[in-house]
């Protein structure tokens, strides 16, 4: 059970849903910790082949608990509990990691750390209420729980910079026209549009395309011929599974394929 959060699975499609409608989702230590949670079941359910995270009550995130981050720190020093700022990081890398396709479903604000968490989803899906604040530098500080390093691969450096150096708020079709987001619905769409592509990646190989993932997500750095090794490697995992004998059977036999996520 949790407290601060819902996790529902529709067939194959796993919801992790916010739920602290009353400060806007904002992430605070106990919610992060579940959230944590939440996301290691998430993982470890076969049966859930991708998963949507959003927010109830009309908002994404407000990022994170400004009001108990205050009152983290000792005395002059306003820098709150450690353990508070790692879990935070660890939950926006969890995202990133998580090992099956991710669709952040954005109505309403996403805001400095809840932003991050969207961005480190494999795709954000909006409506036409959403609207996007790099908090940071309005308050005097640097972006981070990893938003420097997703933005720019999101977003494209110019753009990541303009973002984050102005704290400007964007308007859904701004952040789609800066790539900010992947598709913006009308708000009465949005959960059917959102869920009908989730259930298309969940319908899909899901090892070929978890490895698919690991490989996009760590190709930046490496040289072609490292590259190609990772992708040789990432081949000797996916050619012994059902999902790539049904693949070639079905492409044999001229029909769609039935894959099964194993």
Request: hydrophobic share 45%.
């Amino acid at each position: 059970m949790y407290k601060y959060l819902e996790l529902e699975r529709h067939g194959a499609v796993g919801v992790i849903a916010l739920n602290r409608p009353e400060v806007r989702n904002a992430l605070g230590m106990g919610m992060t910790i579940e959230l944590r949670r939440a996301l290691r079941e998430a993982a470890a359910d076969a049966a859930m082949r991708a998963l949507v995270m959003t927010g109830r009550g009309g908002a994404f995130s407000a990022g994170a608990d400004v009001k108990e981050w205050a009152g983290k720190g000792q005395g002059d020093n306003p820098w709150p509990d450690m353990n508070w700022v790692e879990e935070s990081l660890k939950l926006v890398q969890q995202v990133h990691d998580m090992p099956k396709p991710t669709i952040a479903m954005i109505d309403g604000a996403a805001v400095g750390a809840g932003l991050d968490m969207a961005l480190a989803c494999d795709f954000r899906y909006a409506s036409d209420k959403a609207k996007f604040i790099c908090s940071y530098t309005n308050v005097g500080y640097n972006p981070d729980c990893g938003g420097t390093w997703l933005m720019p691969r999101v977003m494209g450096l110019e753009a990541a910079k303009r973002f984050a150096f102005t704290g400007d708020l964007w308007l859904a079709e701004e952040a789609l026209a800066n790539r900010l987001v992947s598709h913006v619905s009308p708000r009465e769409r949005l959960w059917e549009d959102t869920l009908a592509f989730a259930q298309k990646l969940a319908s899909g190989p899901t090892v070929a395309i978890a490895q698919a993932k690991r490989l996009l997500n760590s190709a930046h750095g490496r040289s072609l011929s490292d590259q190609q090794l990772e992708e040789l490697a990432a081949g000797k995992i996916c050619a012994v599974t059902k999902d790539h004998a049904e693949g070639l059977a079905a492409a044999n036999e001229r029909r769609a394929p039935r894959f099964v996520g194993a």
